[in-house]
């Protein structure tokens, strides 16, 4: 099979993650907060490809680390996904469990809550206006914690992908190329979002004021899908299944 | 309107504090609780029992799991009706399944059909492509019957 076959593959994966039921409540918080600079088309940009970024990097650093102890322990014979097992769990336990918390104190920033209530915290003003006033490199980490807070179905196309990196020898690029699958539909919708707020912005002469609102909704997102996140993975109230 | 930001802000900060307190409870609790020895070992003489082992709910999760569980009291009822097969659904994150968990190596959504006679496992099929199955009915149900129809006649992979 042909590389370019191969990574097509991988890349299939990755939509596939993106695309199921369950990470819909963060892929909506990264939708959201990618789109937010409707004013510049730049900004979005950069924001989408550090959310990008930021994915990619969690699944190539863990991707290369466990075919790593895989060589290293069993010598590359055995079921990778038998090893990797624990670090799965552990990920799909620990990962969920920090993603409310941090969407909440996240959506706090955002909507400014933080600043009103603790003025002499770390986070503060100057905190608070970084991060919403679009600096396009909160994106990354958000990516990283997205790409972290694994579900079922990320959890098992990713190691499948990883599968697929060990029997083709290499660790960098299917790893590197689900993570671009993952992020490819939130980008667009993000793109989608920003032009069709900038575009109503420029019509009405309102820009500044949808930015003001699109800026707050993401805040509002945040905090809604942070509560989600706690009703479901800390206080274990069921939503679906 | 300032006091409406300010009251949102301190009940949003009162959940999130709280919610990192029962985090940190639920965790502690979990660690000190006595460890399951899992569901095998209680089985009779010979008996297959089928595991569903899944992380936390979801649609695709919920779909397997009822698929599963219908191919064993459908395709498998003879078995069933005799007390020789029975369908088990656990999550394998839960602390009292961590002894399991670590016994079949699970870190994703599978089905795990074992055999035991005499209280130990003659075969067992590791089913751990459902997740990829999932979106194709007939070769997920496929799958199924031939994995948990390999353990039945003794076989396994």
Redesign the interface.
């Known amino acids: 099979m042909s590389i370019l076959a191969v990574l097509s593959g991988v890349f299939w994966l990755g939509l ?1 993650t993106a695309v ?3 990470p819909l409540a963060t892929n909506i918080a990264a939708i959201s907060f990618l789109g937010r600079n409707v004013s510049s088309s730049r900004r979005v940009l950069a924001s989408a490809l550090l959310y990008t970024l930021g994915r990619t990097l969690v699944y190539v650093v863990l991707g290369a680390a466990l075919l790593w102890g895989f060589q290293a322990v069993t010598g590359g014979a055995g ?1 990778l ?9 552990y990920l ?2 620990y990962g ?2 920090a993603l ?2 941090a969407l ?2 996240v959506g ?1 920033i955002l909507l400014g ?2 600043e ?2 603790l003025s002499t915290s770390v986070s503060g003003a100057a905190l608070q206006q970084r991060v919403a006033k679009g600096g396009a490199i909160w994106a990354l980490p958000l990516g990283a914690l997205f790409a972290l807070a694994f ?3 990320s ?3 990713f ?2 992908a990883l599968v697929i990196s060990l029997e083709h020898g290499s660790a960098v690029l299917p790893p590197l190329v689900y993570g671009i699958g993952t992020a490819a539909p939130v980008v667009a919708f993000a793109f989608v979002i920003a032009f069709a707020g900038g575009y109503v912005g420029k019509a009405f002469n309102r820009l500044t004021q949808i930015e003001k609102w699109i800026r707050a909704a993401t805040g509002v997102v945040f ?1 809604a899908a ?2 989600y996140y ?1 009703l ?4 274990g109230f ?1 939503f ?2 | 309107m ?1 006091n409406a ?2 009251i ?3 009940v ?2 009162a ?2 504090l709280v ?2 307190g ?2 940190i409870g ?2 502690i609790a979990a660690r000190n609780a006595p460890a399951s020895t899992g569901h095998a070992e209680t089985a009779g003489p010979s008996k297959v029992i089928v595991y569903y082992m ?9 779909f397997i ?1 009822t698929t599963a569980a219908n191919i064993v009291r459908n395709d498998f009822a003879d078995l069933v009706r005799a007390g020789q097969m029975q369908f088990v659904s656990l999550n ?2 839960e602390a009292e399944n961590a002894a399991l ?2 016994k079949f ?5 599978m089905v795990i059909a074992v055999r035991m006679e005499d209280g130990k496992e003659v075969a067992r099929a590791r089913l ?1 492509k459902v ?2 199955l999932a ?1 194709q009915e007939d070769g997920l149900k496929a799958y199924l019957r031939e994995g948990i129809g390999s353990v039945v006649k003794g076989g396994g992979r």
Do not use: W
């Open positions: 596939l199921s039921p369950c079921n996904k038998e090893f990797a097992s624990p670090t799965s769990r799909q336990h969920n469990l409310g918390p909440l104190l706090m809550l933080i009103l209530n579900c079922p179905p959890i098992a196309l190691l499948s905090i942070g509560i706690c479901t993975h800390i206080y069921r679906i299944g | 300032t930001k300010s949102i802000a301190k949003l900060l959940f999130l919610s990192i029962v985090a639920r965790e899944h992380g936390i709910p979801c649609v695709t999760c919920t799991d394998y994150l968990a670590d190596k699970v870190g994703e959504n751990d997740m990829e979106g």
